[in-house]
């Protein structure tokens, strides 16, 4: 079992940065998918982040391209999501998911197991 924690979101006005944890215990992450997702009222979770692993990555959604990185540390088996030039478009709850085997990296259905999400917010 994997137990995922996320942390670090709150209010931000847009054009500003926060960057987002996930604490991880149970397992060892190296050997894991580690990816971020989102979902905003009234829409689907949606795929943000993956990060690198022995065979690739990390990839972002588009919208999200050149203004987020996505970061793992395996040794503090931590996940991070540092978040630049933020828009209220990215205003979401913000969840970490982990899994050892994936699919398709960018679907939900696709991870195992979840944290319980950090609230973003962006005002304009």
């Known amino acids: 079992q994997v137990q995922l924690v996320e942390s670090g979101g709150g209010l931000v006005q847009a054009g500003g940065s926060l960057r987002v944890s996930c604490a991880a215990s149970?397992?060892?992450?190296?050997?894991?998918?580690m990816a971020w997702f989102r979902q905003a009222p009234g829409k689907e979770r949606e795929f943000v982040a993956v990060a690198s692993w022995s065979g690739g990555g990390p990839y972002y959604a588009e919208s999200v391209k050149g203004r987020f990185t996505v970061s793992r540390d395996n040794v503090k088996n931590m996940v991070y999501l540092q978040m630049n030039s933020l828009r209220p478009e990215d205003t979401a709850v913000y969840y970490c998911?982990?899994?050892?085997?994936?699919?398709?990296?960018?679907?939900?259905?696709?991870?195992?197991?979840w944290g319980q999400g950090t609230q973003v917010t962006v005002s304009s």
């Open positions: 149970g397992r060892t992450l190296s050997s894991y998918f």
């Open positions: 998911a982990a899994s050892r085997v994936v699919a398709e990296i960018r679907s939900p259905a696709s991870y195992d197991y």
